[in-house]
C-alpha cells in the first residue's frame, strides 16, 4: 500500500483550509434564508470546530458603506457585532452643519429598528426597519438644530449574527 507524499497530503491539506475559508465568508454573504445552520459545526482541517470572529462580519459591512457612499465629509462611524440591542451617540454635531446624513448597513440576516434622538428628542421622521443581506445601506437625513448629541439605538430581531457598521456624515452646512 503506497502512502501519499508529504508534499501530496500539504497540498490537499492547503485546499481543504482554502475551501473553510471561504466557506466562512461566504456565510456572511447568504441572505436569511440561504444561511447554513452554524458555522461553528465545520471542522477545519485540522479536525477541530472554527468559527469566523465577529470583526469579519463588521469590517464586511463597513466596506459596503466606504464603497456606498463616497465624498462625504464623515462625523463620525463605527462598527461591532448585531446584538439584541445596540447604537452609538455622537457627541454633538457642529454648530455649522444643519443636517446629517445618517448610514447603516448590516450582516447576518436579522431585521433591524433604527431610532434616533437629537439633543434628547426622537426624531420620529428618520426611524425605520433594514434587513441586515449585506448589500444594501439604509440612510437617512436628518436635520439638525445648533450643536449636540445625534445617537441612533437598534434592536435586532431574529438571527443575532453578523456584523454592522454605521457613519455620521455631514451632509449640509450654514455658509460662513
Known amino acids: 500500500m503506497m502512502r501519499a507524499g508529504g508534499a501530496d497530503s500539504r497540498a490537499v491539506r492547503g485546499v ?8 466562512l465568508l461566504g456565510a456572511g454573504a447568504c441572505g436569511p434564508g440561504d444561511r447554513p445552520e452554524s458555522s461553528s459545526k465545520s471542522p ?9 470572529p465577529d470583526t469579519s462580519a463588521a469590517e464586511a459591512a463597513k466596506s459596503v458603506l ?8 464623515s462625523l463620525g462611524e ?35 429598528a433604527l431610532t434616533f434622538r437629537l439633543t434628547g428628542k426622537e426624531v420620529a421622521s428618520a426611524a425605520g426597519t433594514h434587513v441586515c443581506d449585506g448589500s444594501t445601506i439604509f440612510q437617512r437625513s ?11 439605538s437598534a434592536i435586532a430581531t431574529g438571527a443575532e449574527s453578523g456584523g454592522y457598521a454605521y457613519a455620521y456624515y455631514s451632509e449640509k452646512k450654514q455658509l460662513p
Open 16 to 23: 481543504g483550509v482554502a475551501l473553510s475559508v471561504i466557506a
Open 44 to 52: 477545519s482541517a485540522s479536525g477541530s470546530a472554527s468559527v469566523a
Open 66 to 73: 466606504d464603497k456606498g457612499i463616497v465624498n462625504m465629509e
Open 78 to 112: 463605527g462598527d461591532g457585532a448585531v446584538q439584541k440591542q445596540f447604537g452609538n451617540t455622537l457627541a454633538s454635531v457642529p454648530e455649522d452643519v444643519l443636517s446629517v446624513s445618517f448610514a447603516f448597513t448590516c450582516t447576518g440576516g436579522a431585521e433591524v
Open 142 to 152: 436628518i436635520d439638525t438644530t445648533g450643536s449636540g448629541p445625534l445617537g441612533f
